[in-house]
Every structure is written in structure tokens, then in C-alpha cells.
């Protein structure tokens, strides 16, 4: 008898160690995405350059790089900051605007009244991009600003004074990794706005043919006809076949242009359509592009994509537990965890595919096979909802991870415009190095960059809420568009 109750007592000890060690299963109620969803797109607005519009939001912004381009006679004034630097960096910049349109083509039913919210903040990018496309023949505008020089001061982008260097991909000096990401979203916001403004759509997709036989016909990799203005910063490192691969795809499916159907067909294998790579970001588009193309054999049937079908299940798979590919690591909390720099790149860029990959398979009944074992599109969907929560705070530190949401966030963020005064409450300049007393101060950012996801805690679960460390509390746009559509379909479920 006094063993069992011995063993009843270490029973409940153990379940009440595990208890605390476990997060409850409805963290987050679906007003609470609606919440995070509408802050996600809010944050976009705080990235603006140029002329900001009246109905601006964040009213701690002013206008900004109004004048870039104009020192090489083009118009390039708009578009966004990647990060809480003041440089346009293309590659990434095009890279959001497709995840941003992706996010709104799949999951614009649940966005309700944030979709116009979307359709702007995809707009304010693409606008840039056909300008950027179309200025001079033969030639692609990719970058305003030397990173080695902005980097060398913090300044709010209302008080630039670097220089505002303009960086361009010709038939000379080819980019086919820019160019063919550039197409991608012109291409996938052309859909997004087939509907609501067909004149501009069809710019839009025009543009992204022009575009993409640009980068197809000039092939090499931006990163050697640049060097060091874009590496190490946004170096091409997986190569520039991805983005040929993945923009035909969204050009493809933007136009249904059998064409393109016949370019994947034919360039797909060299393209990289067998690799199995598990990582989607700015850089590499490979599972992306695998799961882009799965819809049309889940679909259809269509032969010429089960390839990409099974390719997408490999894929997914890595990111399963308990499966016979399974390789992905989780942090102790359960976060996806693939970088220590800007680790939640990879987090939102994977939940976005896991719930994208899972609306597939469930409209068109089919199943994920691993091995010998099948899972479910409720599978995948429990897992990203996992990566959902712990990004909005439902994780070992118990912060929120996007700034703004729920009732500790970070205070600390790596961002210039954030961390300094506003221009309408300080309104003289603050010079390149006076601006490091900002950078360096243990006060909380005087402005709060609401929606902006951060870089993350470490493989450890440890987060330093520390400005000088930009591995973990800098924000992205590429981190926070593909969040965009995860944090949309969870506002919608019940």
C-alpha cells in the first residue's frame, strides 16, 4: 500500500513538472491573431521611404529619401528599408512583396477587414519595382544606399546624409537572382489586384515578363556583378537557378501562360526541382517553389508537377517529429530554429509554408507521405500553429516576439527610426555619430515599431532584449510578410 501510494505521489509530481514545462493548447484566441494580424501589416508602414502618404499610421515617421535616384536621373523614391537600416536593398525588398501577395492570394478570405491594409502595403513596394524595372531599357535598378556607409552612422531616415548611391544589374553586368525575384512579385501581386484594379494588374504582370526574359536571357548572380555593396549583406548564396525556377512559377500561375508551363518543364531539373533544400528564405527559393508548383498536381492531377508534390512532402516531413526524414531543429520551447542571425526569418518563411502546404492538401484531399508513415494537413497545422504562438508569446520567456502584441514585447529594438527621437518631437538634425548615444542607451525605444518581429531568442530559448544585438532585436520585412499570411489563416479558425 505505501508503495502505491509512492508511486501515485511521483505520478503526480511528474505530471505537474510537466505541466509547467507545457503551453497550454489554445494560447491565443482568433481575436488575438486578428490583433497580431493587423499589427503584422501595420509594421510595414514604419519601413516606408519617401513621401509618406496623410492617412500614415505610425505618425512618428516622416518622409524620407525623397530625392533618390535623382543624382542618375531616375525616379527611385519609395519603397522600404529591409531592416532598421537606410538602405533599399532589392533582393529582399521583392522577396517580401511576393511573400506579402502569397499571403493575400491564399488567405485573403480570413483577412477581412485587413486586406485593403494588405493591397497597400504590397502596393507601396511594387509601385517602387516597376519603377525600378522599367526606367531604363536593359537594365534593373536593385539598391539605393552604400550599406559600408550607412552602417558607419545611426540616423533616422529623415536625416540621411550618406550617400545615396544607386546600384543597377544591366545585359553587362546580369543579376538573374534579383531580376527573376523581381518578376516573382510583380507577377504574384498581379493576382492580388486582377480583381480590384485590372489596368494596374496587368502593368504589373507585363512588367514581370519583361523582367524575368531579362533575367533569363543575361544569367549570372548579382552578388559578382556587385561585390561588396550587396555581400556580405544580401549575397546570393544558394545561386540565382532558384529564382529562374520560382519565377516562372509565379509568372505561371499569374498568366497561365502555357509558355511558362513549357520553361518549367523543360529548365526544371538544372533549376533545382530535385534538390531537396530545407531552408525558404530571401536567399533560396527551392521549397518554396516546390510547394508553389504542388498545387497544380494536387489540383489537377497534372503529371508534369508530381515531382514538385513529392518533393514538397520531403520536405515537410524534415520539419515532423516523430518521421522517418524528420532533421529540423526545435529549441527546447519548440521553436524552429535554423541561424543565430535573424533566426524568425526562417520560423514565419516555414509556418507560412506548413499552413499554405496544408490548405493544398486538405482542398484537394491528399495526405503527406513520410516513409511509411502518412500525416495529416491537421498535422501541419498544429506544428506551425506551435511556431504562431511561441512568436506571440506562448514560450519559456513568456515575450511576445512581435513588438506591440500582448503586455511584454521588446524595448530595445535594433532600428534606427525606432530608437531615436521622432522628427516631429525633435525636429533638428541628429548627425551620423550623435546618433550612437541613441544605439548605445539603456532606455527603451522612444517609438514603438508596432508589428515588427525581431531576429529571436537563441538555440536556448535565451533572449537579450539588447539594441547592440542585432542577431536577435533587429526586425525584417522578410521576417514579418510570410507571418503575414500564417497570422491570417489562425484568425479565421474557431
Request: proline share 4%; hydrophobic share 35%; charged share 15%.
Amino acid at each position: 500500500m505505501a508503495q502505491a501510494t509512492m508511486v501515485t505521489t511521483l505520478l503526480r509530481s511528474f505530471l505537474i513538472i510537466l505541466c509547467s514545462l507545457c503551453f497550454p493548447c489554445s494560447a491565443f484566441t482568433s481575436q488575438d491573431y486578428a490583433d497580431a494580424l493587423e499589427k503584422s501589416i501595420l509594421f510595414f508602414e514604419g519601413q516606408r521611404s519617401g513621401k509618406l502618404p496623410s492617412n500614415q499610421r505610425l505618425t512618428w515617421r516622416g518622409d524620407s529619401g525623397l530625392s533618390d535616384g535623382s543624382t542618375y536621373h531616375v525616379n527611385l523614391v519609395g519603397g522600404y528599408y529591409d531592416a532598421g537600416d537606410n538602405v533599399k536593398f532589392g533582393l529582399p525588398m521583392a522577396f517580401t512583396t511576393t511573400m506579402l501577395a502569397w499571403s493575400v492570394i491564399e488567405f485573403a478570405g480570413s483577412m477581412e477587414n485587413q486586406i485593403e491594409n494588405a493591397k497597400v502595403a504590397i502596393r507601396w513596394s511594387t509601385d517602387y519595382l516597376i519603377k525600378a524595372s522599367t526606367a531604363t531599357p536593359g537594365t534593373l535598378y536593385v539598391q539605393v544606399g552604400d550599406p559600408n556607409i550607412d552602417h558607419r552612422c545611426w540616423e533616422r531616415p529623415e536625416d540621411m546624409d550618406t550617400p545615396r548611391n544607386v546600384y543597377k544589374v544591366t545585359t553587362q553586368k546580369p543579376g538573374s537572382d534579383v531580376a527573376a525575384e523581381t518578376a516573382a512579385a510583380l507577377a504574384a501581386a498581379s493576382i492580388v489586384f486582377k480583381d480590384s484594379d485590372p489596368t494596374y494588374s496587368t502593368t504589373l504582370l507585363h512588367t514581370a515578363m519583361t523582367v524575368f526574359d531579362f533575367a533569363d536571357r543575361y544569367r549570372g548572380s548579382y552578388s559578382d556583378s556587385l561585390g561588396s555593396v550587396v555581400c556580405p549583406f544580401y549575397c546570393s548564396y544558394s545561386g540565382y537557378q532558384d529564382e529562374l525556377l520560382w519565377g516562372a512559377s509565379w509568372i505561371h500561375r499569374a498568366s497561365q501562360n502555357n509558355s511558362y508551363l513549357a520553361y518549367i518543364n523543360s529548365n526544371g531539373q538544372t533549376l533545382g526541382a530535385e534538390d531537396d533544400d530545407y531552408s525558404f528564405s530571401w536567399d533560396d527559393k527551392r521549397p518554396g517553389t516546390k510547394i508553389l508548383l504542388s498545387k497544380g498536381f494536387l489540383e489537377k492531377n497534372a503529371a508534369e508537377f508530381e515531382l514538385y508534390k513529392t518533393h514538397s512532402d520531403n520536405y515537410i516531413c524534415s520539419l515532423i517529429p516523430g518521421t522517418s526524414s524528420f532533421q529540423a531543429q526545435y529549441t527546447p520551447g519548440g521553436l524552429f530554429y535554423k541561424a543565430s542571425e535573424s533566426n524568425m526569418q526562417y520560423v514565419t518563411t516555414t509556418t507560412f509554408l506548413l499552413v499554405t502546404y496544408a490548405k493544398y492538401l486538405k482542398s484537394n484531399g491528399g495526405v503527406t507521405k513520410c516513409g511509411g508513415s502518412t500525416v495529416t494537413a491537421e498535422s501541419l497545422v498544429a506544428q506551425a500553429k506551435k511556431q504562431v504562438d511561441y512568436i506571440l508569446g506562448d514560450n519559456p520567456a513568456k515575450t511576445s516576439y512581435m513588438v506591440g502584441f500582448g503586455s511584454r514585447y521588446p524595448q530595445h529594438v535594433h532600428h534606427r527610426g525606432s530608437s531615436s527621437p521622432s522628427i516631429h518631437t525633435h525636429q533638428s538634425r541628429i548627425s551620423c555619430n550623435d546618433g550612437f548615444h541613441y544605439l548605445y542607451s539603456a532606455s527603451p525605444n522612444p517609438n514603438v515599431l508596432v508589428g515588427a518581429i525581431i531576429g529571436g531568442p537563441d538555440r536556448s530559448d535565451h533572449f537579450s532584449d539588447d539594441r547592440n544585438n542585432y542577431q536577435q532585436s533587429e526586425p525584417a520585412t522578410y521576417i514579418n510578410a510570410p507571418f503575414v499570411g500564417a497570422v491570417a489563416f489562425f484568425s479565421a479558425q474557431n
